[in-house]
C-alpha cells in the first residue's frame, strides 16, 4: 500500500521549507506555499505537482526553485 496526500498538505507540514520571498527571514504563508506550487517552483520525485495533486511516498526528491541561479535548494 502507498501512502499518498496533497503537495500542498506535505509541504505545510514539512519542517524545513525555505524562507520567505515575500517577507524576508521568516517562515512562507500558506499563500505563498500555494503559489510556488502553481507556479511550478517546485519539484517532488521528479514532478512539478499543482497544490492539489497526490504526491506518492516515499520522497527522494525535493527541490525549490529549481530554476532560479541562486534560490535552488535541494533536500
Known sequence: MTWTMTAYEYLKRFDHLPMS???????PTNSEIRRWLKQ???????????????IE?????LVYFPKGKRKT???
Do not use: L
Open 21 to 27: 520571498i515575500e517577507r524576508p527571514c521568516t517562515i
Open 40 to 54: 511550478s517552483a517546485v519539484i517532488i520525485n521528479g514532478k512539478r505537482p499543482k497544490p492539489s495533486d497526490e
Open 57 to 61: 511516498f516515499p520522497i527522494t526528491e
Open 73 to 75: 535548494t535541494v533536500i
